[in-house]
């Protein structure tokens, strides 16, 4: 299952991108939310996480690894949990000096039969799922976007 959305921030896109990829700010509010996270490596292509947290009362542990950056607009990552693996991407597009447009994408795919049932009823509600989707997007623009602000952006 496919989520796509995006939303237009007011900063540069260099300010953007710093932000974008601070995984030390990126930790700390992985932190702030009870998610409990573990890093290999210093941030760049092929650092992972391994984060535990709870969801719908159970606990949950992910992977995470970033796949590619492309410096100043694309960076790509990689996950795989229990029951569900894919990709998301998160692009940055210069609209004009000082403003960006964020636009994130992820693919979810099932790893067992039950993540199979579940996709196959969310997909069933698939536009509370995209609200939900742009929701966790604008959460992520506001963040990049403080981010770059409080770096002198």
Known sequence: MRFTASRDIAVPIADAWAALTDV?????IARARGVAVVRTGPGGVGTTWQARFRLRGAERQVTLRIAAMEMPGRLCLDFRGELFEGSAQVDLLALAR???RLTAMADVLPRTLAARLM????????SRADRRFG???GALA???AAGARGAGG
Do not use: D
């Open 24 to 28: 030390e700010a990126a930790e700390g």
């Open 119 to 126: 996709l196959a009823s969310a997909r069933l509600v698939k």
């Open 142 to 144: 506001r963040a990049v």
């Open 135 to 137: 929701k966790a997007v």
């Open 98 to 100: 000082t403003r960006t």
